[in-house]
């Protein structure tokens, strides 16, 4: 969905000049929630010519246990998502083209995107224009039998197509500033099959009853981001960025984050990080409907619930080969840990809590902690 | 908007003629700190996009992630 | 869009065109600028020192990717046109020369290097692209300025330089 697009948007260069060539190897792991997910990547880019590079990565993900979500104790997921992509970039002048392709395929969900983007320098190298378009076609999928012994029925597809127009100025010697803007249209089936919203029904021993969701067949959403990075005259860099978010389904969500780069002689560079995100609700969203089908739409998705979450992150980097070594330029090694705190405003624990001591609707509300660990390895030649 | 068409083309013609000749007030030569690795808005690519994969599978907002330019500017 | 519209954006892109290239016009022509900076190696050095060969100027950075990319070719060039009268002068523009001193320990060069922190012969000679070859001829003048570095680049800097030799 537009999850891949947020990789695709991700790579930032100096448009004249392709980045070096590099090799990575990464592993991260994801805890937290009650679910373990965890990634392993390899990344290879080359240049062919001074004009036209390569890249090509692969990526497994592995989740393993039981969200909030799954209420009904025999199902624990056990899922094994692939991803392969491939992008092509040629230089001409001041300008870079870029061609992406992305493949992902999990059991019960299969994506593919494709995108191009244009990067441009202008005034002097001070300004970069780039300008972008992706689209993705999903296959939804749900899972009716167990982790072990699945049997998957396909709901539907989706498509989804992602505009985006970014600006990058150079301000001083010391100051870079930069405004994305990044409009995305959904179609489909855009629901989580796995989700279910629940409503009164006092002829139910629990208070309540599931039923399906029912989802809107489009989305529309509008992301505007603003960041700025400065050098501090002891080397040494600070990074701002604020981002709104809008879309057609009534969620305003606002992202803040700031990083602190120090780097240690050629050797280490040290990385802190802070963020905090906050949304409110779907229109459609609710934790508990008052009755069976008492609105066209409705949803009882966590991520479409109120919610907040803050991030603390710290980054070390070692250069075991700064100054390299034959045909290598540059080696590091990477370790990064976030910590994470989820909490809802309008999304409550009903898998740990319940009647007697809870009615319906006073259930906790649900928060968790979730560590994400990164450690790779990255080969410059 | 048959007389608003030739001044707008004027008016556009002479902003851009206008942006040709500002000079880079930051010289190529001037660029040392912007060219320096912590300067990159993005130093691990893997590592952001997996950082923002986690994000969007929890969160309703989406995109607008990345941004490009800086750097040396050399060639 | 009407033919006197028409003829209006004709008459505006042709003045933008002409006003953008004056903008980036080169100096090619004038007079080299004297300078003396102090060399990498010790002492002061500056182009009255080599008065009457073809010098080939060349701004670098240590920061600078394309530039280490020819340096090496530089060399290689130096090496070959020197008995014939061709001196290169590299003009490194970083702001602090231990870094400039560790690079070039580490790949060495024969050619002059000249430090130019305040940048002052950079803003003479107008530089607006790193990295950035003034080839001047036996004259003193400014004959060709090339901007940027890609591979294949040193063989247009070779024929230049031959043609000044020549003359």
Redesign the interface.
């Known amino acids: 969905m537009?999850?891949v697009?947020?990789?695709l948007?991700?790579?930032?260069?100096?448009?004249?000049?392709l980045p070096d060539d590099r090799a990575?190897l990464?592993y991260?792991k994801?805890s937290g929630g009650g679910m373990d997910i965890t990634?392993e990547?390899v990344?290879v880019r080359k240049k062919f010519t001074e004009d036209f590079a390569l890249e090509a990565?692969y990526f497994v993900d592995k989740v393993s246990g039981a969200s909030i979500d799954v209420l009904s104790q025999a199902s624990q997921i056990k899922d094994e998502r692939k991803q392969k992509s491939g992008t092509a970039e040629y230089v001409h002048d001041k300008t870079t083209y870029s061609l992406s392709f992305i493949n992902s395929v999990e059991r019960d969900y299969k994506s593919d995107t494709t995108s191009f983007s244009l990067?441009q320098?202008m005034?002097?190298?001070?300004?970069?224009l780039?300008v972008g378009y992706a689209h993705t076609d999903d296959a939804v999928g749900e899972n009716n039998g167990t982790a072990f012994v699945p049997v998957i029925a396909w709901l539907g597809h989706a498509q989804s197509n992602?505009y985006?127009v970014?600006l990058?100025?150079?301000l001083?010697?010391?100051w870079?500033a930069?405004l994305?803007?990044?409009?995305?249209t959904d179609n489909g089936y855009l629901a989580n099959p796995y989700r279910s919203i629940r409503y009164l029904d006092s002829s139910n021993p629990k208070g309540y009853s599931l039923g399906s969701q029912v989802y809107p067949d489009t989305r529309t959403?509008t992301?505007?981001?603003a960041?700025a990075?400065y050098?501090l005259p002891y080397?040494?860099?600070l990074t701002g960025s604020y981002?709104y978010?809008r879309?057609t389904?009534g969620?305003v969500?606002n992202?803040y984050e700031m990083d602190y780069?120090h780097?240690l002689k050629n050797i280490w560079?040290l990385e802190g990080r802070l963020r905090f995100?906050k949304?409110n609700q779907?229109t459609f969203y609710s934790d508990l409907f008052p009755f069976a089908d008492s609105q066209n739409f409705m949803a009882r998705d966590?991520?479409?619930a109120a919610?907040e979450?803050t991030t603390i992150g710290a980054?070390v980097?070692y250069a075991f080969l700064p100054d390299g070594w034959k045909m290598f330029k540059r080696g590091t090694a990477?370790f990064?840990v976030?910590r994470i705190s989820?909490h809802y405003l309008d999304f409550r624990n009903i898998k740990y809590y319940g009647v007697p001591d809870y009615l319906p609707g006073t259930e906790p509300l649900y928060f968790f902690n979730a560590t994400?660990y990164?450690i790779?390895m990255?080969m410059f030649f | 908007m048959?007389r608003v068409?030739?001044v707008l083309?004027?008016g556009v013609?002479l902003l851009?003629?206008a942006?040709?000749?500002?000079?880079?007030?930051?010289?190529?030569?001037?660029?040392?700190?912007?060219?320096?690795?912590?300067?990159?808005?993005?130093?691990?690519?893997?590592?952001?996009?997996?950082?923002?994969?986690?994000?969007?599978?929890?969160?309703?907002?989406?995109?607008?992630?990345?941004?490009?330019?800086?750097?040396?500017?050399?060639? | 869009?009407?033919s006197?519209?028409t003829k209006?954006?004709r008459r505006?892109?042709m003045?933008?065109i002409v006003?953008?290239s004056t903008?980036f016009a080169a100096d090619a022509g004038g007079p080299a600028p004297a300078f003396t900076l102090a060399a990498l190696s010790g002492g002061q050095s500056g182009l009255s020192q080599y008065k009457g060969q073809v010098i080939m100027v060349n701004?670098w950075?240590t920061?600078?990717?394309?530039?280490q990319q020819e340096m090496p070719l530089l060399d290689q060039m130096y090496k070959k046109y020197k008995p014939a009268g061709f001196t290169l002068i590299g003009v490194n523009?970083?702001?602090e020369a231990p870094a400039v001193k560790e690079l070039l320990a580490r790949k060495p060069v024969s050619f002059p290097v000249l430090l130019d922190p305040a940048?002052q012969v950079?803003?003479a000679y107008h530089?607006?692209?790193?990295?950035?070859s003034v080839i001047i001829d036996r004259k003193g003048e400014i004959r060709y300025i090339h901007r940027?570095?890609?591979p294949g680049d040193e063989n247009d800097y070779q024929d230049r330089i031959r043609q000044l030799i020549r003359e």
Not at chain 1, 9 to 17: C, E, N, P
Not at chain 1, 180 to 184: E, F, K, Q, R
Request: charged fraction near 20%; proline fraction near 4%; include cysteine.
């Open positions: 537009a999850v697009t947020a990789l948007l991700v790579r930032a260069t100096s448009a004249d000049v990575d990464f991260s994801y990634g990547s990344l990565s990067k320098d005034f002097g190298d001070l300004t970069t780039t992602s985006n970014g990058s100025q150079i001083t010697k010391n870079i930069g994305n803007v990044n409009v995305i959403s992301a505007v981001q960041e990075k050098y080397r040494a860099a981002r978010f879309d389904w969620i969500g992202t780069t780097p560079i995100y949304q779907a966590q991520d479409l919610s979450n980054k980097t990477t990064d976030s989820f994400v990164q790779y990255s | 048959r068409r030739p083309l004027v013609m851009m003629s942006c040709s000749s500002i000079q880079p007030w930051v010289k190529p030569y001037e660029r040392d700190r912007l060219a320096d690795p912590i300067m990159a808005w993005d130093r691990d690519a893997i590592s952001s996009a997996y950082l923002d994969h986690i994000r969007e599978a929890r969160e309703g907002s989406r995109g607008a992630t990345g941004s490009a330019g800086g750097g040396c500017g050399c060639n | 869009m009407s006197s519209t209006l954006f505006c892109a003045a933008m006003i953008a903008a701004f950075a920061w600078c990717g394309p530039c523009v970083d702001k940048n950079s803003k530089v607006d692209e790193m990295p950035s940027g570095y890609k």
